[in-house]
């Protein structure tokens, strides 16, 4: 569903309410980034990206995360990766505590774990060379207000947008709190719906192992 769909759609369900476009739009950025990105509970699948790559710099841990960095992926890595080496090109690189690493990485050398710490990873040994390193991760998506456009979250949870914006607009902008209800209880249907998906599509098809989840 497109931005403007989207709020014209509301404006029916606002009984033909106009006047209001501008301040959806901004409320619309306001949801995505802080009630959709920004509470760490929940990440769609439709926000995980390519691979993606970046150089490390010899004798310097830090890797800058991408600027539109959401979280890592649940089970699946972070990657070396060797361009000469045909049989195996993809070494893991496991995730640990930053103290213990420095204690057990001390000579620079090739990065076999890493930490996370503000908008680094944090690679050790601390690389001797220039490596190549790989991942998948959850990345935040275009902003409405970006303009007349189907973003991601709008594609797959039309249903929890619109649920979480007319929440707001019947709440703060024409105060009815009984409509403000109806909105919320939408959004909590839309939200479990959206979490099934997303489960469903996590499990689907997996044959699981002894002590694998």
Request: charged fraction near 25%; avoid cysteine.
């Amino acid at each position: 569903m497109y931005r403007d769909t989207l709020i014209a759609n509301l404006q029916y369900r606002l009984g033909n309410r106009t006047g209001l476009e501008t301040k959806m739009i901004s409320e619309m950025d306001f949801i995505q980034q802080t009630l959709l990105e920004g509470t760490g509970a929940f990440t769609p699948w439709f926000l995980e990206t390519e691979m993606a790559n970046v150089n490390t710099q010899a004798d310097e841990e830090r890797v800058q995360l991408p600027e539109d960095f959401l979280g890592e992926v649940e089970g699946q890595a972070l990657w070396l990766y060797d361009a000469d080496n045909t049989d195996e090109p993809y070494t893991e690189l496991h995730k640990s505590d930053y103290d213990r690493l420095i204690l057990k990485h001390q000579i620079p050398g090739t990065p076999s774990e890493y930490a996370m710490a503000g908008d680094y990873f944090l690679l050790r040994a601390i690389p001797d060379d220039i490596y190549n390193i790989r991942m998948r991760y959850y990345a935040t998506d275009v902003l409405p207000s970006t303009g007349n456009i189907e973003n991601k979250w709008l594609k797959h949870a039309s249903d929890l947008f619109i649920a979480e914006l007319g929440y707001i607009i019947a709440g703060k902008y024409i105060r009815n709190p009984q409509l403000a209800a109806e909105f919320q209880q939408d959004s909590i249907i839309a939200r479990d719906r959206l979490y099934k998906k997303h489960e469903r599509r996590q499990h689907t098809n997996r044959v699981y192992g002894m002590g694998e989840d």
